[in-house]
């Protein structure tokens, strides 16, 4: 079993950057793929970005975050982080960090189901 923390989350302007974390302990980091998701109020959980394990040769982002977000992962800090430039006001929610266990593979996953893990959350709150 792996557990998430999530950092990095604030209040930031439209057009402003931030840079979140996840920092995951108990097994070996390199052999899970990570994802990001996040939650409006009122709307359901969405996919935002996923990494594949080890070197993170693959990855894939929500379209609606193409090109503003980037996904990396440092396995010598067993840390995954979503930088996020450009943001606006409709990124706004509780973003989320999950792994799922998957060591063979180049696949990454967009569907909350496949992720087992997960963190609680880090709030995203962008004005306009």
């Known amino acids: 079993q792996v557990q998430l923390v999530e950092s990095g989350g604030g209040l930031v302007q439209a057009g402003g950057s931030l840079r979140l974390s996840c920092a995951a302990s108990g097994r070996t980091f390199s052999r899970y793929a990570m994802g990001w998701f996040r939650q409006a109020p009122g709307k359901e959980r969405e996919f935002v970005s996923a990494?594949?394990?080890?070197?993170?040769?693959?990855?894939i982002y929500a379209d609606s975050v193409k090109g503003r977000f980037t996904i990396s992962r440092d396995n010598t800090k067993d840390t995954v982080y979503l930088q996020m430039n450009s943001l606006k006001p409709e990124d706004t929610a509780l973003y989320y960090c999950?792994?799922?266990?998957?060591?063979?593979?180049?696949?990454?996953?967009?569907?909350?189901?496949?992720?087992?893990?997960w963190g609680q959350g880090t709030q995203v709150t962008v004005s306009s």
């Open positions: 999950a792994a799922e266990n998957l060591p063979t593979s180049d696949r990454v996953h967009s569907g909350t189901f496949f992720y087992p893990y």
């Open positions: 990494i594949s394990s080890y070197s993170g040769t693959s990855t």
